[in-house]
C-alpha cells in the first residue's frame, strides 16, 4: 500500500498568514494527489484534485503543487473560515489512502 | 446543485448486518463511479471500496479490513448506492460518507461527499 504521510501534524496561524502542508508518498503516485478540507462535525469537503487543479467553488487563495515526491497545499491569506483539518489522498493505485490529517487552528 | 444523502446507520451488534443506502440527485447517477470512506470516532479518513459504472462492468475494488465482508452495489434507476455490511466489528464503528467520482481527468478523482450515516457495533 501506498503510504501519505502529512507533515505538520497540526499547526497554529492567524487570519492573513501564509500556511503550508506538505504530503509525501511512499512511492511515485504521478499527479493523482487530492486534497480535501474537514470542519468538526462536518463531512469533508473536496479543494483539489490532480495536484493543482480547483474543485468548482473553492477559493483561488488555494493551491496545489508538488516537488518531487513532496505535495503541497498552500493557502496564501488565511481566512477566518479555513480553520480546520486538511487530508491529502493518493488515487493512483489501490487501496486509495489517506494522509493522516492536518489540523489547521487559530493562534 | 449535487446532493449525497445517506441512510441506513445505527446501532448493529459484533457479527451483525446493516445496509447502508445513498441516493443522488443533479447529476447523471450512471455516468459516475462512487466510492464509500469511512471515519472512526475521532481519526482520519479510511477508503472502503469503490464501484464502477455499467460502462466498466459495475467492477469494484475493496480495502482490505473490508474485503469478504462488505459488497457495494447500486441501482442506477434509482440513483441509489448501496453498502453492504456483513459480519461486522467493532472496530466497523464509523461515520460512512458516499463520495462521487470526478469525470474530467483519469483516474477519476473524489469531488461531492454525502453529509455520513453512523454505524455504531457494540454489544
Known amino acids: 500500500d501506498i503510504q501519505m504521510t502529512q507533515s505538520p501534524s497540526s499547526l497554529s496561524a492567524s487570519v492573513g498568514d501564509r500556511v503550508t502542508i506538505t504530503c509525501r508518498a511512499s512511492?511515485?503516485?504521478?499527479?493523482?494527489l487530492a486534497w480535501f478540507q474537514q470542519k468538526p462535525g462536518e463531512a469533508p469537503k473536496s479543494l483539489i484534485y490532480?495536484?493543482?487543479s480547483l474543485q468548482s467553488g473553492v477559493p483561488s487563495r488555494f493551491s496545489g503543487s508538488v516537488s518531487e515526491t513532496d505535495f503541497t497545499l498552500t493557502i496564501s491569506s488565511l481566512q477566518p473560515e479555513d480553520f480546520a483539518t486538511y487530508y491529502c489522498?493518493?488515487?493512483?493505485?489501490?487501496?486509495?489512502?489517506f494522509g493522516q490529517g492536518s489540523r489547521l487552528d487559530i493562534k | 446543485e449535487v446532493q449525497l444523502v445517506e441512510s441506513g446507520g445505527g446501532l448493529v451488534q459484533p457479527g451483525g448486518s446493516l445496509r447502508l443506502s445513498c441516493v443522488a440527485s443533479a447529476f447523471t447517477f450512471s455516468d459516475h463511479y462512487m466510492d464509500w470512506v469511512r471515519q472512526a470516532p475521532g481519526k482520519g479518513l479510511e477508503w472502503v471500496g469503490r464501484?464502477?459504472?455499467?460502462?466498466?462492468?459495475?467492477?469494484?475494488e475493496y480495502a482490505a479490513s473490508v474485503k469478504g465482508r462488505f459488497t457495494i452495489s447500486r441501482d442506477d434507476s434509482r440513483n441509489s448506492l448501496y453498502l453492504q455490511m456483513n459480519n461486522l466489528k467493532t472496530e466497523d464503528t464509523a461515520v460512512y460518507y458516499c463520495?462521487?467520482?470526478?469525470?474530467?481527468?483519469?483516474?477519476?478523482?473524489?469531488?461531492?461527499w454525502g453529509q455520513g450515516t453512523l454505524v455504531t457495533v457494540s454489544s
Open positions: 512511492q511515485a503516485i504521478s499527479n493523482c
Open positions: 489522498q493518493q488515487y493512483k493505485s489501490y487501496p486509495i489512502t
Open positions: 463520495v462521487r467520482l470526478g469525470l474530467k481527468t483519469t483516474p477519476y478523482y473524489c469531488d461531492y
Open positions: 490532480e495536484v493543482s
Open positions: 464501484l464502477r459504472n455499467k460502462a466498466n462492468s459495475y467492477t469494484s
